[in-house]
C-alpha cells in the first residue's frame, strides 16, 4: 500500500491546491422551490410528487468509492450520444430517486466532480466522485438500476467544500501485463515464457528511473516540452512478484503519481519494455526528459487499472479534528477485491489470450527509432506499420542493464 508510505512530510513537495472556500459552494446553484415545480408544469403528477419530495430531502456532501471494468465503454467521462460510465451512473441516480431531471441533464447542479479521468477500456477499482446526494442515499438501490460491470462500492460524508478532483493528492495505476513482453529481443516471446530474477531486477531499475518530477513531453501528445503542465512528480513505480493463470505468467506494475497525462503511463511502460528488450537503451530514458520530440511507442491499453485515489492533505488537515471522518476506503477492500477477481483478471486474461494485444504489439516495436521523431520518418513508420511491409530493424544495443547484443534482422 503506496499511502502508507506517504509521509506528511512529502505531502508538501507537491503543487499546493487552494481549498475550495465552504461558503461559496451553493453560489448560482440554490434555486427556489415554487421556480422548480412551476417547471414541471405538464408533467405527470407522479413524477412532479416525486421531484418536490426529493426537493425537501436534505441533501449532504458525499465521496462516492465506485468500482467499474471499462470494457465496452468509452471512458468514464459524460459524453453525449456515447456509451459512458457516468452516463449509466447518473441514469441509475435518477431512477433511485435521488436526482432530478434538471441534475441528470446538469449534474453541475449537485457539484458532480470525478477524482480522475480514464479512458476507454480503462477500468477503476477504487474511483471517488463528489456531489450533493439525499441523506438517504443507498448504494445498494443505486446498484439495483446499474449493470453488473458497474457498483457503487461506498459512500462517505466529507466536508461542504471537498471536490474530490482537487483535493486529491496522489493517484496509483496499475497495469497487468504478460511476462513474455519483457523476453530479449530475437527470442521467442510466448506462454512458456518465465520471469527470471535478473529480468526482474532489470524491470525494477528502469521503473526507478521515472521517480521523481521529469519533464514527460515525450509521453504524452500534443504537448510542447515548454508547457508547465508537462512536470510531472512520480513517487514510485514498481513491479510485483509475477504469478500464472491458465498457463499464462503475468507482472502487476503499479505507479504512484501525483497526476498523469493522456497516454502517459502506457508510454511510460512501451519505452521500459523495448529498453529491457535490448531495442534501446536505458539513455534513451535520460534524453526524453530533454526538449527533443523522440519516438516513443505507446503499450497497448489492455491491463491499465486505476487502483486508487489518495487525500493524505485533506486528512491530514481534517481527519483528526474530532468532527470529520478519515477518507478511508480500506473497510471494503474485500468487495474491492471480490471485484477484481470477478471482473478485471478475467478479462485481461481471456481477452490477452484471444486477442493477442501484447504479442501484436510486440511484433511492431522494433519499427520505432527511439530517436528524433520528424514528420517523413514518422509518416513512413506509419506507413510500414499498415501495410506490413518487411524494414531493417535496429540491432540490438549495448545497454548497462542489458550486456547481450543480438544482429540486425529483417522485419516480417
Same mark, same amino acid.
Given at each position: $500500500? ?31 422551490? =415554487?421556480?422548480? +415545480? ?49 452516463? $449509466? ?82 493517484? +496509483? ?18 506462454? +512458456? ?131 470529520? $471522518?478519515?477518507? $478511508? ?58 501495410? =506490413? ?24
Amino acid at each position: $500500500d503506496f499511502s502508507s508510505t506517504f509521509k506528511v512530510t512529502d505531502m508538501f513537495n507537491l503543487d499546493r491546491t487552494e481549498y475550495v472556500d465552504e461558503k461559496s459552494e451553493t453560489n448560482g446553484l440554490k434555486r427556489d422551490s =415554487s421556480e422548480k +415545480t412551476s417547471e414541471l408544469h405538464g408533467e405527470d403528477s407522479a413524477k412532479k410528487a416525486l421531484y418536490e419530495k426529493q426537493d425537501r430531502i436534505k441533501k449532504r456532501k458525499i465521496a462516492m468509492m465506485i468500482s467499474y471494468l471499462g470494457q465496452g465503454y468509452l471512458g468514464l467521462q459524460r459524453n453525449p450520444g456515447t456509451k459512458t460510465i457516468e452516463e $449509466d451512473l447518473l441514469v441509475a441516480m435518477l431512477k433511485a430517486g435521488y436526482i432530478s431531471d434538471d441534475v441528470f441533464n446538469q449534474p453541475q447542479l449537485i457539484q458532480f466532480q470525478r477524482a480522475a479521468r480514464t479512458d476507454k477500456g480503462v477500468s477503476a477499482l477504487r474511483q471517488i466522485l463528489s456531489m450533493k446526494l439525499p441523506e438517504n442515499a443507498d448504494v445498494e438501490v443505486i446498484n439495483q438500476h446499474l449493470p453488473e460491470q458497474i457498483r457503487a462500492m461506498a459512500m462517505m460524508r466529507v466536508t461542504k467544500g471537498f471536490n474530490c478532483k482537487s483535493n486529491c493528492d496522489a493517484r +496509483t495505476y496499475s497495469y497487468m501485463m504478460p511476462t513474455f513482453a519483457f523476453a530479449l529481443h530475437g527470442t521467442d516471446a510466448n506462454e +512458456t515464457f518465465r520471469l527470471s530474477p535478473e529480468t526482474r531486477q532489470r524491470v525494477g531499475e528502469v521503473l526507478k528511473m521515472f521517480e521523481g518530477t521529469h519533464n514527460f513531453h515525450n509521453f504524452t501528445s500534443k504537448k510542447l516540452p515548454t508547457d508547465p503542465s508537462v512536470s510531472r512528480y512520480i513517487i514510485s513505480f514498481t513491479c510485483e512478484d509475477p504469478f500464472v493463470i491458465d498457463d499464462l505468467e503475468f507482472v502487476i506494475l503499479k505507479v504512484k503519481g501525483q497526476s498523469f497525462m493522456l497516454h502517459q503511463i502506457r508510454k511510460m511502460v512501451g519505452l521500459m519494455i523495448a529498453i529491457v528488450r535490448g531495442l534501446t537503451t536505458s539513455d534513451t530514458l535520460t534524453r526524453s526528459w530533454d526538449r527533443e520530440k523522440l519516438d516513443i511507442p505507446i503499450a497497448p491499453g489492455l491491463g491499465l487499472l486505476l487502483e486508487e485515489v489518495h487525500y493524505n492533505r485533506y486528512n491530514f488537515r481534517y481527519g483528526n479534528d474530532g468532527v470529520h $471522518d478519515l477518507i $478511508d476506503w480500506s473497510r471494503w477492500d474485500d468487495q474491492v477485491e471480490q471485484f477484481r477477481r470477478k471482473f478485471i483478471l478475467p478479462t485481461v486474461v481471456e481477452t490477452e489470450k484471444s486477442e493477442k494485444s501484447m504479442l501484436t504489439w510486440l511484433d511492431s516495436l522494433n519499427l520505432h527509432s527511439f530517436d528524433v521523431r520528424t514528420e517523413h520518418i514518422q509518416s513512413e513508420l506509419d506507413q510500414a506499420l499498415r501495410k =506490413s511491409k518487411g524494414i531493417l530493424c535496429p540491432p540490438v544495443l549495448e545497454d548497462p542493464l542489458i550486456p547481450t547484443t543480438l544482429p540486425m534482422e529483417t522485419a516480417r
